[in-house]
């Protein structure tokens, strides 16, 4: 079965600096790529996504890349804020309405 | 539209009792999906849900159940509880045919 793997488990950032988190995954069948944050006590809140047609996306400071060939995928936050602290999973599907295999998630701490 | 709804919030149980949980979709998805997870093994997928019928299911013992009512809502059911399954039990819908998965706020399950 799929195996996503995040590195790395941690992550401290000063304020404004930018931080990007990497992921990788086993199954070649695999064709979206959903990042996840979750805040201490709350549910995990889709941010961003990316199917394996897409090469890169972006959403004002946060963006997504995807290298099939070397089947791993990195989150980029720029400009980084005390509010993006949280817990970042990444995860990987094989298709619509398909289970998600989840990372093990990094904390991602910003330093005010 | 109303998010992912889950109840009961907080739950403490005993070794050897039984529980049901419950999750009411986003209005109009008709799939949903549970996850377990935990501080070790992260997210973990249980089971997934459509028109009432089990379409996939993850590598949990056959003590965690589920189902799914025509109005898309869903129960899971753990029984014979071992202190293993204290767990926060997050479920997740989407819309037929979609990638992005929505979760709801979870269950926090303690066996003691």
């Known amino acids: 079965g799929e195996n996503v793997e995040q590195h790395p488990s941690t992550l401290s950032v000063q304020e404004g600096d930018s931080a990007v988190i990497k992921c990788t995954y086993s199954d070649s069948a695999s064709n979206y790529f959903p990042w996840y944050k979750q805040e201490l006590g709350k549910r995990p809140q889709l941010i961003i996504d990316?199917?394996?047609?897409?090469g890169e996306k972006k959403d004002q400071r946060i963006a997504v890349t995807l290298n099939k060939t070397a089947k791993h995928f990195s989150l980029h936050i720029t400009e980084t804020q005390p509010e993006d602290s949280a817990v970042y999973f990444c995860a990987a599907s094989t298709g619509a309405n398909s289970k998600l295999t989840f990372g093990k998630g990094i904390t991602l701490s910003v330093r005010p | 539209k109303a998010g992912v709804t889950q109840t009961p919030r907080y739950l403490i149980k005993t070794r050897g009792q039984q529980v049901t949980l419950s999750c009411s979709p986003i209005?109009?998805?008709?799939?949903v999906s549970w996850y377990q997870q935990t501080p070790g093994q992260g997210l973990q997928f249980l089971f997934e849900y459509f028109s009432e019928t089990q379409r996939n299911k993850g590598n949990f013992p056959g003590r965690f159940s589920g189902r799914q009512f025509s109005n898309s809502r869903s129960e899971m059911n753990v029984s014979t509880l071992e202190l293993g399954d204290s767990a926060l039990y997050l479920c997740?819908?989407?819309?037929?045919?979609?990638?992005?998965?929505?979760f709801g706020p979870g269950t926090r399950l303690t066996v003691t």
């Open positions: 997740a819908s989407s819309l037929l045919g979609s990638y992005e998965q929505y």
């Open positions: 209005s109009g998805h008709r799939s």
């Open positions: 990316i199917r394996s047609n897409v």
